[in-house]
């Protein structure tokens, strides 16, 4: 992306364009990436941990075993600072997931109805891993590979690239995809994470990162008193097993009113029906704008700690997902349990099931095209 494309998707929302400052920046002035042995998969594979770090941004480790996000770093309103997402300290705790603590997930996240879409007349039948649907690419989705990973250095630093190759039949998915993700920090405290994918033949991706937050520091209670705000006027409810019904239903009146500053835990037990459904809020959002623009899609506040995280993204859509179905067996890198609503989601994406909704934006990737979409998470301390 050339530097002046870069400023226009950037600048207007306050993400500094640090990588078009001119050539007198030094790498040591910008993202430093440092790498060290993360185990071995239980076949012998070696995985490696990257640790993303530069002056006045979030410290970020990811490893390259389905891209977790094995930590961020970020300062509260004191100068403490306090890893803000969930996760595990060793490999094994990775190996052993079931909550895609962090990863990158495809070939399609969020669900697929019946485990089957259709696409240019041929019907497609995926593995069921969530009832009757497919949910996060399948019981060995992204997550569960081992990427390619290189460090990319510039002008501004450095940044983390990292490729999978999915072969033409993986879970059922047609066509062989490349997907390629690029993770960078900014000196405004923000991880950019830049997708794109291609393929050899016909097929759908979606593709995002399932990265759970608590602001306060990870294992520390729940996030319902977190302030969130949402841009998203609409969202699309579900049916009893999670599969959109196709509506674009207006937020107004209802417990998924975000539009301005509320509590998470204000309206999580209302007797709504969709809220039973999700256990809380498992649903996604339709973000203003156009998708394919870089905008605002999300802010949270934890006014304890003074942290405040803001999600932008190019996607249409938004999974806001409250941590329902965490049970606090789980015990996290402090030792602590990971209670049910301890963190939330915000997956930019396309909708839920828009291969079976033909309403719905097109997930659809047909050779010589390519999918691109970015997504910033700007930890910052609120004003």
């Known amino acids: 992306m050339t530097c002046s494309r870069r400023i226009l998707r950037l600048a207007r929302f306050g993400l500094t ?27 012998g594979e070696s995985v490696e941990l990257y640790t993303l770090s530069r002056a006045g941004a979030a410290t970020v480790a990811i490893t390259n075993l389905g891209g977790f996000v094995v930590s961020m770093l970020a300062p509260d309103r004191a100068g403490r600072s306090a890893d803000v997402t969930l996760g595990f300290t060793g490999l094994s705790g990775y190996l052993a997931d079931t909550s895609y603590f962090g990863c990158l997930v495809g070939r399609y996240a969020n669900r697929i109805a019946k485990a089957a879409f259709s696409l240019d007349g ?59 993700v690029v993770y960078s920090l ?37 996030i319902l008193d977190h302030e969130l705000q949402l841009e998203a006027d609409a969202f699309t409810p579900v049916d009893a097993t999670l599969i ?3 509506e674009l239903r207006p937020v107004a009146g209802t417990p998924f009113d975000f539009r301005k500053p509320v509590a998470i835990g204000a309206r999580i037990d209302a007797a709504d029906e969709q809220m039973k459904f999700g256990r809380g809020y498992d649903h996604n959002f339709v973000v203003r704008g156009s998708p ?69 934006p097109s997930a659809v990737l047909r050779p010589g095209q390519v999918y691109r979409q970015t997504t910033v998470y700007r930890l910052s301390v609120a004003k």
């Not at 923000?190 to 990162?209: C, E, F, M, Q, R």
């Open 186 to 222: 900014r000196e405004d405290g923000g991880l950019v994470i830049d997708y794109s994918a291609t393929t050899d033949a016909p097929t759908v991706v979606n593709l995002t990162n399932h990265a759970y937050f608590n602001l306060a520091g990870e294992g520390e209670g729940t």
């Open 17 to 43: 364009p640090i990588l078009c400052l001119g050539a007198a920046m030094t790498a040591q002035a910008g993202t430093r990436i440092e790498r060290k042995a993360f185990g071995k998969t239980t076949s």
């Open 122 to 180: 041929k019907r497609y039948a995926l593995s069921a891993n969530d009832g009757p649907n497919t949910l996060h690419g399948g019981p060995t989705g992204f997550c569960r590979r081992l990427w390619a990973a290189k460090v990319k250095s510039g002008q501004d630093g450095d940044a983390l690239e990292l490729t999978y190759v999915s072969r033409d039949g993986e879970e059922g998915y047609p066509g062989t995809l490349t997907a390629t």
């Open 292 to 360: 394919g623009t870089l905008r605002l899609a999300a802010r949270v506040v934890d006014k304890k700690s003074g942290r405040e995280l803001e999600m932008f993204t190019t996607e249409p859509g938004v999974q806001f997902y409250t941590g329902n179905f965490l049970d606090g067996k789980t015990l996290g890198k402090a030792g602590k349990p990971y209670l049910k609503r301890g963190a939330l989601c915000l997956e930019a994406q396309h909708y839920p099931d828009s291969p079976n909704q033909p309403a719905f």
């Open 244 to 246: 959109p019904t196709g």
